[in-house]
């Protein structure tokens, strides 16, 4: 089958993110099951415009927000590749699909950007996100068929777009348990953050933590535009010698970070699911997050780490999990067993079930996914 993909950042992207984890995941298995692969995504510094390598093709167009009018125009003039069934990815713009595209389609939500685009550009992102994401679901899309990250994803897309449940899959993305394993600790309790940095990331609550934890270090790694903010906030809190922001890193670098670490911590306001978090999970690193979006499923409280519903639960749960090594330890053993449950080949096979379903026009059976939990009679352990 060939599989047509169109996003605004591919796995190269500096700031691909959860996206680009989760499109390589995908990809790499469909490719070695013999599936071809075309690519469209926004370009950026030093990309090819166009690679080749077997059955996978990436066309790189324009820039991240760009590559979207260039795609519709080129989809208009018959300028875009056939395949058997398209992958759209919707983050927050969407690609007008219905009007242009020729062909069976599936869309690709990986988390509701409403909130986002407020958080981000405050009463002008009110009016983006709703002519560049809310309306064109509500109207264009009606008849779409969509794959979701979560169950949180998929009501939130069902409240806010009005889209039907029944036109919703759920398939959680995976994690390669085999390159992310746990290693040796820091000898000092650290805490890990990974991810863009983003104004609704909200990685200024994580330096209000460690102020209020003795002892405590914090590892930021990623880039993004809110970066310079955040080393003037750490520096204004006088905590030049408690956070270390580490930028893009390698995999390898990235992997020795995340199972070094104590906790990986996040306190984002909203998550399709988080990579990062099931990432640490394989190192045998728990995580704290709000129970906000996929979270509340990516990290299972009381087993693969904690949920905390404000600062001082927040502040309870890294105390908890610095302090008791017994807890640690277990959480950190529970989060490694889910994570292998949790691979790539499994969400790579449901994923491609979806879009042949598609291709074939036939119904997809409605996939939903497991609770996956890891010890089910332990729902819910207090941080105190």
């Given at each position: 089958m060939h599989v047509l993909i169109l996003t605004d950042r591919d796995w190269g992207h500096?700031?691909?993110?959860?996206?680009?984890?989760?499109?390589?995941?995908?990809?790499?298995?469909?490719?070695?099951?013999?599936?071809?692969?075309?690519?469209?995504?926004?370009g950026y510094d030093g990309a090819s415009s166009r690679e080749r390598q077997g059955n996978l093709t990436v066309y790189r167009v324009g820039s991240r927000v760009s590559v979207f009018p260039a795609t519709v125009i080129r989809g208009i003039v018959n300028r875009i590749p056939t395949a058997d069934v398209?992958?759209?990815?919707?983050?927050?713009?969407?690609?007008?699909?219905?009007?242009?595209?020729?062909?069976?389609?599936?869309?690709?939500?990986?988390?509701?950007?409403?909130?986002?685009?407020?958080?981000?550009?405050?009463?002008?992102g009110r009016i983006a996100g709703f002519a560049l994401e809310t309306l064109p679901l509500r109207t264009l899309y009606r008849r779409s068929?969509?794959?979701?990250?979560?169950?949180?994803?998929?009501?939130e897309v069902e409240r806010t777009h009005a889209i039907p449940g029944s036109a919703i899959d759920v398939v959680y993305p995976g994690v390669d348990s085999e390159f992310f394993k746990p290693s040796v600790k820091s000898e000092t309790p650290t805490i890990v953050f990974l991810g863009r940095l983003k104004a609704y990331k909200r990685i200024e609550r994580l330096f209000d933590v460690i102020a209020a934890v003795d002892d405590v270090t914090l590892d930021i790694v990623g880039?993004?535009?809110?970066?310079?903010?955040?080393?003037?906030?750490?520096?204004?809190?006088?905590?030049?010698?408690?956070?270390?922001?580490?930028?893009?890193?390698?995999?390898?670098r990235k992997r020795a970070l995340l199972s070094r670490s104590w906790i990986a911590a996040t306190a984002s306001a909203a998550e399709g699911w988080s990579s990062a978090t099931l990432e640490a999970a394989a190192c045998g690193t728990p995580s704290v997050a709000h129970p906000v979006g996929g979270l509340k499923e990516?990290?299972?409280?009381?087993?693969?780490?904690?949920?905390?519903?404000?600062?001082?639960?927040?502040?309870?749960?890294?105390?908890?999990?610095?302090?008791?090594?017994?807890?640690?330890?277990?959480?950190?053993?529970?989060?490694?067993?889910?994570?292998?449950?949790?691979?790539?080949?499994?969400?790579?096979?449901?994923?491609?079930?979806?879009?042949?379903?598609?291709?074939?026009?036939?119904?997809?059976?409605?996939?939903?996914?497991?609770?996956y939990a890891v010890t089910p009679e332990v729902d819910s352990i207090s941080a105190q």
């Amino acid at each position: 089958m060939h599989v047509l993909i169109l996003t605004d950042r591919d796995w190269g992207h500096p700031e691909a993110g959860g996206t680009g984890v989760h499109l390589t995941g995908q990809v790499d298995h469909w490719l070695e099951w013999g599936h071809s692969v075309t690519v469209i995504a926004g370009g950026y510094d030093g990309a090819s415009s166009r690679e080749r390598q077997g059955n996978l093709t990436v066309y790189r167009v324009g820039s991240r927000v760009s590559v979207f009018p260039a795609t519709v125009i080129r989809g208009i003039v018959n300028r875009i590749p056939t395949a058997d069934v398209t992958l759209e990815i919707i983050n927050g713009i969407c690609w007008m699909t219905p009007v242009w595209l020729k062909g069976p389609r599936v869309s690709l939500i990986h988390h509701v950007h409403k909130s986002m685009y407020v958080d981000e550009m405050g009463t002008k992102g009110r009016i983006a996100g709703f002519a560049l994401e809310t309306l064109p679901l509500r109207t264009l899309y009606r008849r779409s068929r969509f794959l979701v990250v979560s169950e949180a994803t998929k009501a939130e897309v069902e409240r806010t777009h009005a889209i039907p449940g029944s036109a919703i899959d759920v398939v959680y993305p995976g994690v390669d348990s085999e390159f992310f394993k746990p290693s040796v600790k820091s000898e000092t309790p650290t805490i890990v953050f990974l991810g863009r940095l983003k104004a609704y990331k909200r990685i200024e609550r994580l330096f209000d933590v460690i102020a209020a934890v003795d002892d405590v270090t914090l590892d930021i790694v990623g880039d993004g535009d809110h970066g310079d903010e955040l080393r003037a906030f750490a520096r204004g809190r006088g905590l030049d010698d408690r956070v270390r922001f580490h930028g893009h890193v390698t995999d390898e670098r990235k992997r020795a970070l995340l199972s070094r670490s104590w906790i990986a911590a996040t306190a984002s306001a909203a998550e399709g699911w988080s990579s990062a978090t099931l990432e640490a999970a394989a190192c045998g690193t728990p995580s704290v997050a709000h129970p906000v979006g996929g979270l509340k499923e990516s990290i299972v409280h009381g087993q693969t780490g904690l949920h905390a519903d404000d600062h001082d639960s927040f502040v309870d749960a890294v105390r908890r999990l610095t302090s008791d090594d017994e807890f640690r330890t277990r959480l950190s053993v529970q989060a490694r067993a889910r994570a292998e449950v949790l691979g790539w080949d499994r969400s790579a096979r449901g994923t491609l079930e979806v879009l042949k379903a598609a291709a074939e026009g036939r119904p997809s059976g409605g996939m939903s996914e497991p609770g996956y939990a890891v010890t089910p009679e332990v729902d819910s352990i207090s941080a105190q």
